[in-house]
């Protein structure tokens, strides 16, 4: 658990939060200045009011001589609303654009640890940085920023004010106040701020518990242990409801303090009012009596500004521990910060946003185009689609791409989709061990190849650099003459991925076909779908390509699902796939079938398949075998089946022997 973190120690190193506000600056000094003016209505509001009243029930010999009071009460009843909304609209407005482009920011940030290079956060920290920090985040300014700020200025306000009337009775409240708007919300840190952490942390740590528990609740099931489960998550609970029980608690400590001070302010204007206003020390008694209810009146509208204040230093806190997190994240993929904090409406800012990423990829970025398109898959179009040729691909790319782009679509549309790894080393960060040393391997375009080798001798590694989602430490990896790592978003144009675990969204087939290619049309997913000996199945679906898959494709079988992921890299129209281990799970005949149709569907095109066993092996061009960080074996099955006795060993293996 990270220490109580100091918000001022967030702020100074803060790269996400602190640049909306700098570049906010004019609407958040606009919703300030509205809050202090609508609390200064709703406090002249009853301060005429009470005028209104005591000078009403003092039976004036006309109405005219109230008619002032009665045009302020207007003037400040109407407007307060008003106010009130308007500041409202301000700082929401800009809060719920600044969250938008917070989440943008939270995705391009995961996007760049996924791929094949396998995320590296849990689903639950993911769903405690959106739950817990993102979605709180907006609170740091509506609910501690504004709040405080408002009632730091009001209290100066208020005491300059009353300072006119009376200097001793101003310092009084000043003091009072004070206790208020600075002691208290001390207190309220330096008492509650490690508790505050606890429970934030423990309430992330059950996130990422709960969420690796649902998806392995079987294994708790098989095992017999599921009482044992939910024990533990309820003794968990329990220590959370423990630690906001104390939290109350002391809550409810601090109002009441806040309720002294107030009552005590309260009292001290009635005293000072019937003084200066009341008996002996008035001039005129009957009209200088109206303000003694004026002046208390006045100061209740205003407790609403200055209760807060404490309860807003405490989350501050939270806050601040939400911002470090955010910051520990590696830079998100792209170019986000202007899109992300530009004053343009927020459908543009996601749909310029999407773009920059399109635009400004670094070498490890996979492309944001499918999350975007996948949403709005008709309005994307003709932004996201992929491109048949090289040049064509050029056209989305901004004129500051223009020369990378013209690099990379140069080197692939020379016709060729070879890859060449050249004594390559990679390791992975914060890992002294190579797990590729000094690799060199060619694979001309249209070759099959499988990449066999044992457990852990790298060969999804291997994989992942030629999709370019790591860099090797030394050598070089290049697609058609171009670094695989440059390619960024050119990749998906290059390389089709099936991985072992197909996801499936919970959208419609069809939109699930789209993935890779938001531009196929139907007639493009029924030919694809035909490919891979789907049609009949599609077909006999409820609402055939818009039936709608259930949550990570259930309702399909293992072997169903590999085909709609082929059928996905079918539509993507790329001319190298890589199969990492793509018939994992599946009995032997489905395997069968599924490597045929996987074989012929992709036809002329550069297969490499990341194997642990020899099934479809026979109909590659070409295996090879990965040891101590090198190709050690290197041939044709046939090759190897003769002279190999490794392979041979293997084959003996596969087939029972
Ligand atoms: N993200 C990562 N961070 C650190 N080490 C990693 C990471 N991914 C893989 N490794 C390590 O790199 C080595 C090679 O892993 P890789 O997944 O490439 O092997 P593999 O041959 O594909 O294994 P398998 O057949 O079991 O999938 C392993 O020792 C693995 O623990």
Redesign the pocket.
Same mark, same amino acid.
Do not use: F
């Given at each position: 658990m990270r220490n109580a973190a100091s918000p001022w120690r967030a702020f100074r190193h803060d790269r996400w939060v602190r640049p909306f506000f700098a570049r906010y600056k004019k609407p958040l000094a606009g919703a300030i200045a509205l809050s202090i003016l609508a609390y200064t209505f709703a406090a002249g509001l009853m301060f005429t009011s009470g005028y209104l009243i005591s000078g009403s029930a003092t039976l004036p010999a006309s109405v005219l001589m109230m008619h002032l009071a009665l045009i302020a009460v207007r003037v400040f009843g109407l407007g307060k609303p008003v106010l009130q909304y308007l500041e409202r609209l301000t700082s929401h407005d800009w809060i719920l654009r600044v969250t938008s482009s917070l989440r943008l920011r939270l995705y391009q940030s995961l996007e760049g640890q996924a791929g094949m290079? $396998?995320a590296?956060r849990r689903t639950g920290d993911v769903l405690g940085l959106l739950s817990e920090d993102l979605s709180h985040l907006q609170n740091m300014y509506l609910r501690c920023m504004l709040p405080t700020v408002a009632a730091w200025l009001l209290w100066l306000i208020a005491t300059i004010a009353l300072g006119a009337f009376s200097l001793p009775v101003a310092l009084g409240m000043f003091v009072l106040l004070g206790i208020q708007t600075v002691l208290l919300p001390l207190v309220a840190v330096l008492t509650g701020s490690a508790r505050r952490m606890r429970m934030k942390a423990m309430k992330n740590e059950m996130y990422a518990e709960l969420t690796d528990n649902v998806l392995g609740v079987a294994d708790w099931v098989f095992s017999g242990r599921s009482d044992e489960y939910l024990a533990r998550h309820l003794a968990a609970h329990d220590r959370l409801r423990e630690l906001q029980r104390a939290e109350s608690r002391a809550s409810h400590w601090r109002d009441m303090a806040g309720q002294v001070v107030f009552g005590l302010v309260a009292a001290m204007l009635l005293m000072w009012a019937g003084v200066q206003f009341g008996g002996a020390a008035a001039v005129d008694v009957s009209s200088a009596a109206n303000y003694i209810a004026a002046f208390v009146l006045c100061f209740f509208p205003l407790i609403e500004a200055f209760a807060p204040t404490p309860a807003a230093a405490l989350d501050a806190v939270s806050h601040a521990d939400s911002i470090m997190r955010l910051n520990d994240l590696p830079e998100p993929v792209g170019d986000w910060g202007d899109a992300g904090v530009s004053a343009v409406p927020l459908a543009a800012s996601v749909a310029s946003s999407a773009g920059a990423a399109t635009h400004h990829s670094k070498p490890v970025a996979p492309s944001a185009r499918p999350a975007v398109s996948f949403a709005e898959p008709a309005a994307s179009h003709d932004a996201a689609r992929i491109p048949s040729d090289a040049s064509a691909s050029c056209a989305v790319v901004d004129a500051d791409e223009a020369a990378g782009c013209a690099v990379t679509d140069a080197a692939a549309s020379g016709g060729t989709a070879d890859i060449r790894l050249q004594d390559v080393s990679f390791a992975?960060?914060?890992?002294d $061990?190579l =797990?590729l040393d000094g690799l060199d391997l060619e694979i001309p375009q249209g070759q099959k190849i499988a990449v066999l080798?044992?457990?852990? #001798?790298?060969?999804?590694?291997? #994989? #992942?650099l030629i999709r370019g989602d790591h860099v090797p430490q030394s050598g070089r990896v290049t697609i058609g003459g171009a670094d695989a790592s440059a390619l960024g978003d050119a990749m998906p144009r290059r390389i089709g991925v099936i991985q072992q675990n197909i996801y499936l969204f919970n959208d419609t087939l069809l939109a699930n076909l789209r993935v890779g290619n938001p531009a196929a049309t139907e007639e493009d997913a029924w030919r694809v779908l035909d490919q891979v000996g789907l049609r009949e199945m599609v077909e006999r679906l409820p609402q055939g390509l818009n039936t709608l898959v259930d949550e990570a494709g259930k309702r399909f079988s293992g072997g169903e699902r590999h085909r709609i992921a082929l059928a996905r890299v079918l539509l993507q129209d790329v001319p190298i796939v890589i199969l990492d281990?793509p018939t994992v799970g599946l009995d032997p005949i489905t395997e069968h079938a599924l490597l045929d149709t996987l074989f012929k569907a992709l036809e002329g095109r550069t297969v490499i398949m =990341?194997t642990?066993h020899l099934q479809g092996v026979s109909a590659m061009d070409r295996v090879v075998f =990965?040891e101590d960080g090198r190709i050690a074996i290197d041939g044709s099955p046939e090759q190897l089946a003769k002279a190999n006795s490794h392979y041979q060993a293997l084959l003996a293996f596969d087939r029972g022997f």
């Open positions: 290079g $396998r590296v992975y960060p914060g890992s $061990r =797990v080798g044992r457990s852990g #001798a790298g060969k999804s590694t291997m #994989a #992942a281990e =990341v642990h =990965v």
